[in-house]
Each structure stands twice: as C-alpha cells, then as structure tokens.
C-alpha cells in the first residue's frame, strides 16, 4: 500500500512524477515517463520486494505524491516549491522525469533544506555544459549551474563515456569526482558520508539494456553493474531522481521494466541506509 505524503512518517520515501522534457536538447517524450514508471512498478509480473530484502509492499514503506502539474507557476520554481514542500514534511523525495534538467530545481530545494550534500550522478554525459544551443538550463547543463550555485558540497559523476575538452575543464573547475565508464567497476567508490543525493539518467546503461532514451550512448552499464553500484552506497540516501527515460523510444518497453527495477533498489537502499 502507498500513503498519501500527509500521512507518511518522516524518513518515508515519496515519489514525484515530474512530466517536463522542454529542455532536451534533441528528442522530446521523457515526459511521458512517470506513469508509465509506475504501472511498471505496480505490475503483477514482479512482486515488491527489493532484493535486498525490503518489502515495499508492506504498509507505509513508501509514499507517492502523484505527477506534478504545471498550471500557473513556471516549471522550475513549481519543481522546487513542491520538493521543498515534501522536505518541509521530512520525506525523502524520489523523482521520476523527465528530462534531466529537472535536477536542478530538485537540488536548489535540498540544497536549502540539507546542508553538505552529496550527489552521485550516473550518466552517460557530465551535463556540465556551460549552455547549449543558447540554453543555460539545457538538460545539458544541470550541474554546471548546481555547482556554480553551491547547491550541493561534492559531486560525483559514474558512468561517464561522452566527456568533451569542455566539459573536462568544467568538471576541473568544479571539482567534479568522475568515474569514467572505462574505470569501472569502482564499489570501494561507493562508500560515501551521506547525506547522499542519487541522480540517475537511464542512458547511464547500455542501450542494449536500456534503448528507451533520447542519447543513445554504446559501451555503458549492464543493469547488473548499476545495481551493484547502488547497493555499495554506504551513506544515508537523502533523495533520489531517474530521468531520461523516454517511453516513444521504447519499442519493447524494457527501459520501464528497467526504470521501475532501479527505482525498487534505490528505495530499498533508502530504507536500510
Ligand atoms: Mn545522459
Ligand atoms: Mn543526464
């Protein structure tokens, strides 16, 4: 059973669709994704426990508070009012994009509310672009704003295999940690002080694993080294995004499959931590 936000403890995690994709630089549809997340996640082929062992089935072990709507606010400030509204309750958000420009008014949100964060960002790319095609806020660019703005302590990045001459010297002025695809695996990397922030763009992983995408990137993560990745984390998970995951390049639908599993074990991982 999923509670309301209003009603779940403190510590709960609580997922938030965020339908938005403007900001993709190349494909739209990855707004399509959060529902489709979600029957995905409630699908009688599986069942709900993770494989560490939670049962997230089990009364009150997560929250959802549906997919945010646009109405009369600008997306970015109504992203990050409804995220600091959940941290204000003492939920631990998870949120389901969209493109991953989202992250940066989910950051701006934690940034205020916990200090000292960390954020471990799986990727294909370091989105450390100063713009891109004129857009400071392309999904291209979230970091490169988020450490200009100090909204997190420590970044680092897993995954990497699009880096550019540019966005190297970005990740050096920001003090970017990154783990390039070719490096891995790195679990003693894992071992991380929370409060801990996971982003998680699905092109991370291999096309093979993942062909639902807007970026298709060859030579990334089995499902499996990502899970394992995810499981070394040692610290307190504080939130949580997956994005880029786009239904209209999912012919066989096995990057839902894919994004509802890795939201599993990263709830799961949540709850232990
Ligand atoms: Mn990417
Ligand atoms: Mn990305």
Redesign the pocket.
């Given at each position: 059973m999923t509670l309301r936000p209003n009603a779940a403890k403190p510590g709960t995690p609580v997922i938030l669709g965020i339908p938005f994709d403007a900001n993709s630089s190349w494909l739209r549809g990855a707004a399509g994704a959060p529902p489709i997340i979600r029957v995905s996640l409630h699908s009688i082929a599986s069942n709900s426990w993770t494989e560490t062992g939670v049962d997230l089935g089990a009364e009150g072990m997560y929250s959802d508070a549906g997919d945010l709507k646009f109405t009369f606010q600008e997306p970015f400030p109504a992203i990050e009012t409804k995220i600091g509204e959940l941290l204000d309750h003492g939920l631990r958000p998870v949120s389901l994009g969209g493109d991953?420009s989202i992250t940066l008014p989910i950051v701006r949100a934690f940034g205020a509310h916990i200090p000292g964060l960390t954020i471990l960002h799986f990727?294909?790319?370091p989105?450390l672009y100063d713009e891109l095609e004129g857009n400071r806020l392309s999904h291209a660019c979230p970091f490169a704003r988020i450490m200009e703005e100090g909204a997190a302590q420590r970044l680092i990045q897993i995954g990497i295999r699009a880096m550019t001459g540019h966005q190297r010297e970005q990740a050096k002025k920001f003090g970017v940690e990154v783990i390039e695809m070719r490096h891995l695996p790195a679990l003693d990397r894992m071992k991380i002080d929370g409060p801990i922030y996971i982003s998680f763009?699905m092109?991370?992983l291999d096309p093979a694993f993942a062909p639902g995408i807007s970026?298709r990137?060859p030579g990334g993560m089995s499902v499996r080294e990502a899970i394992a990745h995810l499981h070394a984390i040692t610290g307190k998970i504080a939130g949580a995004d997956i994005v880029?995951f786009n239904p209209a390049q999912d012919n066989t639908q096995i990057t839902a499959t894919v994004a509802a599993k890795l939201l599993k074990e990263i709830m799961g991982k949540m709850i232990l931590n």
């Open positions: 991953h990727d294909a790319h989105d763009d092109d991370a970026h990137e880029e």
